[in-house]
């Protein structure tokens, strides 16, 4: 092989291995942009996901600070709404009043079957009469009475629990304890047909409690209607803590309301259901925070404004619903109210007396 032969051959294999070279050169570019957009695309995806992960957390933590702010809203709104209702503050001065103790409750068990004078020196024997649409815990409440006032171990279901309904006639269900007596009314305020006057002539103690009467209180027969009075010394309104006093309703309350006036008869008020009020009282050990509960407040606040019964008159009570044995604070609680109501009742007593002395305040008086 010439000289020239041989050169030509050397750059010819030069030529291709500069070739491969720069094949192997391209090859390797383009696989490192391969790599370099991969990793753009991955770089992107990340960010992409970055910013999903701190939009999801500014979303949780916006709704976090939300969630914060109406529940400090809440608490600030409960306790504005709390201390309003704890200004009208029904009960006791002094919250802590009463032990709610087995002593309290045989002192004031004790205090009712104590004989009762009048400034005169006769016994007080007082009739109490209650009054209530038909389920508002009327019978409930005369059976926890009962409960109280026997210190049965078990709630009692002397009174039963019912209303005139559809039947013809019903009767007063009554019973005397010590000097007085408890008379549960039939169920009441539940028509228009019921007449001022029959209203009237039940509460202020002309229709004999042994007597008939009918749907729409009317006696039976004629000798249930007394010519001379037999004195109710208080009516007791029994009524469901959330009830809406309709028009009806509040005309036949304030039926009662004016006898009260005229000093025919003294009344008070009774709400039951305290534990569908404030449900901590569905367990009798809490009853000690009867009048530290803002729901009870409320209760009482608006019962006094639909009936236009003062506070001061307004008791409140557990009724015995699903409990097959008593307790003592739940008999405690009927004990308190009853105390209550006797103290009305002995004033009626008095007003009585005090009127017919008034009657004849000038009758010895030297002329003048």
Not at 67 to 85: G, V
Not at 120 to 126: H, T, V
Not at 149 to 175: C, E, H
């Amino acid at each position: 092989m010439s000289w020239f032969s041989l050169v030509t051959k050397g750059k010819l294999e030069g030529a291709e291995e500069e070739a491969r070279a720069e094949s192997r050169r391209a090859n390797q570019e383009r696989k490192a942009a391969v790599e370099a957009r991969e990793e753009a695309e991955r770089e992107t995806v990340r960010k992409l996901e970055a910013l999903k992960i701190a939009e999801k957390q500014r979303e949780r933590a916006e709704t976090a600070e939300q969630e914060r702010q109406l529940l400090q809203s809440e608490k600030d709104e409960k306790k504005r709404r709390d201390e309003n209702l704890m200004q009208f503050s029904w009960g006791p001065k002094n919250k802590a009043a009463g032990q709610w103790t087995t002593q309290e409750f045989e002192q004031l068990q004790k205090k009712f079957f104590k004989h009762l004078k009048d400034p005169g020196g006769n016994l007080i024997r007082a009739k109490i009469l209650i009054f209530g649409p038909t389920g508002a815990g009327k019978s409930s409440f005369c059976n926890g009475l009962r409960s109280a006032l026997k210190d049965t171990d078990t709630p009692s279901n002397y009174y039963a629990v019912g209303n005139i309904g559809t039947t013809l006639t019903s009767r007063f269900q009554s019973a005397r304890y010590g000097d007085h007596w408890i008379i549960d009314m039939p169920g009441i305020f539940e028509s228009s047909d019921f007449k001022t006057e029959n209203i009237e002539a039940i509460a202020s103690g002309k229709v004999r409690f042994d007597a008939l009467i009918t749907k729409t209180l009317e006696v039976e027969d004629g000798q249930s209607q007394q010519k001379a009075r037999r004195d109710v010394s208080c009516v007791v309104l029994v009524l469901h803590h959330n009830i809406d006093l309709g028009e009806e309703l509040k005309r036949q309350l304030n039926v009662i309301i004016q006898l009260g006036g005229k000093g025919v008869l003294s009344y008070y008020l009774v709400l039951t259901h305290l534990d569908e009020c404030d449900p901590q009282f569905k367990d009798p050990d809490n009853l000690p925070n009867l009048y530290s509960s803002p729901l009870v407040q409320e209760a009482v606040e608006n019962m006094a404004d639909q009936t236009g019964i003062p506070a001061y008159a307004i008791s409140y009570v557990k009724n015995y619903v699903t409990e097959t044995e008593t307790d003592t604070k739940t008999k405690l609680l009927h004990l308190k109210a009853l105390d209550r109501i006797l103290n009305y009742a002995a004033d009626q007593v008095e007003k009585i007396i005090d009127s017919k002395l008034q009657s004849s305040m000038y009758d010895d008086a030297p002329d003048a």
